[in-house]
């Protein structure tokens, strides 16, 4: 999307290859909420699975029930790694004929390989087609004709609705920052030219930063920031949107089921107010300390137009959500969005078991049965396929 590069008051992000911001980060944020302003999301990658098998197939490897994906339904899916660990994560929309992915950069590569060794002799063909993304907050219905004609597929955000067979860790719904946050993201050929048909749209364009710091504010997980090394998607409030507990096995799930049974993933993400000197922010893998101990690191950093400084982390659970934090020279105050209890809106009531140990082992009455919520499934089992 060369063409945003060169729009006056470009100033490149050096690491992602776009523009940072065209001026005034702040106001380009409140353009972009305000469904006034565009994106350029150029460093995202695109894969595609086309084939008679793919849904199937993409069933049994992914945490997203393909199965029950209808074409034109835009959702997320992950690959995990045997111990429940994030490896991948994407947008996914399947057009009717194939199923398009979204990653972060640099991620599309190691998906595809993957995938690749799990082909056998299944009937699908993975591709790696060049495509620009750009994105904007408003929903799809709200872009214009000419812009949505352009597109080859586009993706809407669900987050932070939680979807069928989701959970989430703390905040419902209804109550959550994002409830009216919309994000889009439109994929188009890279001689396309969307941006002059935004810009005649009446859209301005925004940098990556604003872009940034409104998805920090609506505490939405990136792979290559929150899930950059051994996360568990618990531990990021990402059951909401990217994992199904309903659908049957894949890599990783007995753990996805035992800690939704068994509670207390073992960090959790937190929002956190940052206060200290002008300057430069902390970056992400700083420590967060308690005192001169460290109890987590930041994993995005952003000065936000309303908010100020402000960061997502993660923190070991247990650490109090009203203790006095600090990042470099900075004091942190927390938000929490996964609750320190460690228990999903699809966990049990009791841990799966408790009756037995307070004595309850003999069948007879009050005996559990198993325990609270069972061991037969994904929601209410342990390990179960």
Not at 277 to 282: I, M, N, V
């Amino acid at each position: 999307m060369k063409v945003s590069r060169s729009l006056p008051g470009a100033v490149m992000d050096e690491d992602l290859g776009v523009p940072a911001h065209y001026s005034n980060q702040f106001a380009e944020e409140n353009q972009l909420a305000s469904g006034k302003a565009f994106t350029d999301l150029s460093f995202l990658e695109v894969v595609t699975v086309s084939g008679a098998d793919r849904a199937t197939w993409l069933h049994n490897l992914t945490t997203r029930d393909f199965l029950a994906l209808a074409a034109g339904q835009s959702s997320e899916m992950m690959l995990l790694g045997p111990n429940g660990h994030v490896e991948s994560a994407a947008a996914v929309i399947d057009d009717g004929e194939r199923a398009w992915f979204i990653l972060d950069k640099g991620q599309a590569q190691p998906f595809v390989e993957f995938l690749d060794s799990m082909m056998f002799r299944m009937r699908v063909k993975i591709e790696r087609p060049e495509f620009d993304v750009v994105g904007v907050m408003v929903p799809e219905a709200e872009l214009s004709d000419q812009a949505r004609a352009l597109a080859s597929v586009i993706w809407e955000d669900p987050w932070p609705r939680t979807l069928p067979g989701g959970a989430h860790y703390g905040i419902a719904d209804a109550d959550h920052p994002a409830k009216n946050s919309s994000r889009t993201l439109l994929v188009v050929g890279k001689d396309e030219p969307i941006v002059e048909t935004l810009i005649a749209a009446g859209m301005v364009p925004a940098g990556v930063t604003a872009w940034e710091a409104k998805r920090i504010t609506d505490w939405r997980p990136r792979p290559n920031l929150e899930a950059a090394a051994q996360v568990l998607p618990h531990e990021l409030d990402w059951l909401r949107t990217a994992v199904h507990l309903d659908k049957g096995c894949y890599r990783g799930q007995e753990t996805v089921a035992k800690l939704v049974n068994l509670g207390k993933p073992p960090r959790r993400l937190t929002y956190l107010y940052l206060e200290g000197p002008e300057g430069d922010l902390p970056a992400p893998g700083d420590d967060v300390m308690l005192g001169e101990r460290v109890v987590g690191q930041l994993t995005s950093v952003a000065r936000d137009a309303e908010e100020g400084p402000v960061a997502l982390a993660l923190l070991r659970r247990n650490t109090a959500d009203d203790a006095q934090l600090t990042v470099g020279g900075f004091q942190a105050a927390q938000e929490p969005i996964v609750a320190r209890e460690g228990k999903s809106s699809a966990s049990p009531q009791e841990r799966p078991g408790q009756g037995l140990r307070r004595g309850n082992r003999g069948g007879g009455p009050g005996s559990t049965d198993g325990g609270a919520g069972g061991f037969g499934s994904a929601r209410g089992g342990l390990g179960s396929r």
